[in-house]
């Protein structure tokens, strides 16, 4: 599993024209890939460093402060693109393995106490994002 946490001032994320998710005050948006042995044991990682990683003013975490998170699926962190012009998505699970490992993330967050908001699996989205630094850091797990 894979994430890319940006911390923000604030995000959003539309499909079809309608925002169905958005942090308006600053937090992370975290941008969540998942490979096909991913499970549990990373869920579990990714969750946890997202609420505890030490990226927002202050040093401070997204727990110490209860900031907001937007949790977006991303398939294409798992993009190669070592060969050719066109990378291939091998190592991305198909969206039956991932989305219920993404959202299983979500869960372990809220179960954390904090206010999540999501993307929609499997959409074209939209995300905007003002990136506060900029600070961006990937995790893997």
Known sequence: MRAVLQRVTRASVVVDGEVVGAIDKPGILALVGVTHDDGPAQ????????????????????????????????????????KGRRPTWNQAAPGPVAEPLVDAVVAALRERGLTVETGRFGADMQVELVNDGPVTVLLEA
């Not at 869920?43 to 402060?65: G, N, P």
């Open 43 to 82: 869920v579990e990682t990714i969750a946890r460093k997202i609420a505890d990683l030490r990226i927002l003013q202050d040093e401070q975490s997204v727990a110490d402060i209860g900031a907001p998170v937007l949790v977006v699926s991303q398939f294409t962190l798992y993009g190669d693109a070592r």
